[in-house]
């Protein structure tokens, strides 16, 4: 559910940032431009997430024969496909406009890059562990909340021109209370499998269980302090 969560959060993405660019540049009249555009964010999920779907349901995968051909031909496909949309491009050229429709052209891929690399690696952090999700989310949403609290209350030096509202006070406390706040959170969660252990596919019952060992990166562990430091506190 969260990985069909993170889809629609990355189309809506898509289609603001590329919505920006047409309504620039509509007037043009640039043929083929939104078209092309989801054609290549297709193209592009469908081999991001074949990927994923191969790695976390190999088994499944290999054991469906339609499925089995496609996992074996995945990156062929996925080229053939994102080369078709490069003829695409190429025959959709207006020559009055060339340099136009390749500014556009970059355009559509530098939003590919950004939008859809960071959905894929999230929903990789999904399979790895629902601490990989939840802590940087919830480090997210509580930045943004403290960072006003304190802005809000004790906010006297502006941060920067862009956004005059923000101001250092509320930087510097946002950023104190997210750490804390992150370090607690990893804690309490580190103590919980369903939170820590990898999603795994399970082949005889068809479905995900989450259970595993703890690693280490999960476990309490005792440091000594350095000498240095001994000195500097006095313990």
């Known amino acids: 559910v969260l990985a069909v969560q993170v889809m629609c959060v990355q189309i809506k993405c898509f289609h603001e940032i590329i919505t920006i660019g047409y309504n620039v ?3 043009y009249d640039l043929p083929w431009f939104r078209t092309l555009s989801w054609y290549f964010l297709l193209c592009v999920n469908y081999f991001f997430y ?8 190999f088994t499944l995968v290999q054991r469906e ?20 949309g490069f003829c695409m491009f190429v025959l959709s050229l207006v020559k009055k406009h060339y340099r136009l429709q390749f500014y556009m052209f970059g355009w559509t891929h530098v939003t590919l890059l950004i939008v ?11 399979f790895e562990g629902m601490i990989w ?32 509202k923000k101001t250092w006070e509320g930087f510097i406390g946002g950023f104190f209370s997210t750490v804390l706040f992150g370090l607690l959170l990893s804690y309490v969660m580190s ?10 596919f399970n ?15 999960f476990q309490l562990q005792e440091y000594n302090i350095p000498v240095l430091l001994h000195s500097v506190l006095g313990w």
Do not use: W
């Open 133 to 164: 999700f939840i802590v940087p989310i919830s480090c997210v949403i509580c930045n943004d909340i403290m960072a006003y609290m304190f802005g809000f209350f004790f906010g006297r030096t502006p941060l920067i021109k862009l956004s005059p």
């Open 50 to 57: 074949g990927e994923t779907v191969t790695d976390y349901f």
């Open 191 to 200: 103590g919980y499998r369903c939170f820590t252990c990898p999603v795994e």
């Open 203 to 217: 082949n005889d019952t068809n479905s995900f269980t989450v259970d595993c060992e703890p690693s280490e990166l």
């Open 116 to 126: 859809v690399t960071q959905s894929h690696l999230i929903i990789h952090n999904l």
């Open 25 to 27: 540049y509509h007037s």
């Open 65 to 84: 024969e339609p499925l089995r051909i496609l996992s074996k031909y995945h990156r062929f496909i996925s080229f053939a496909l994102y080369l078709t």
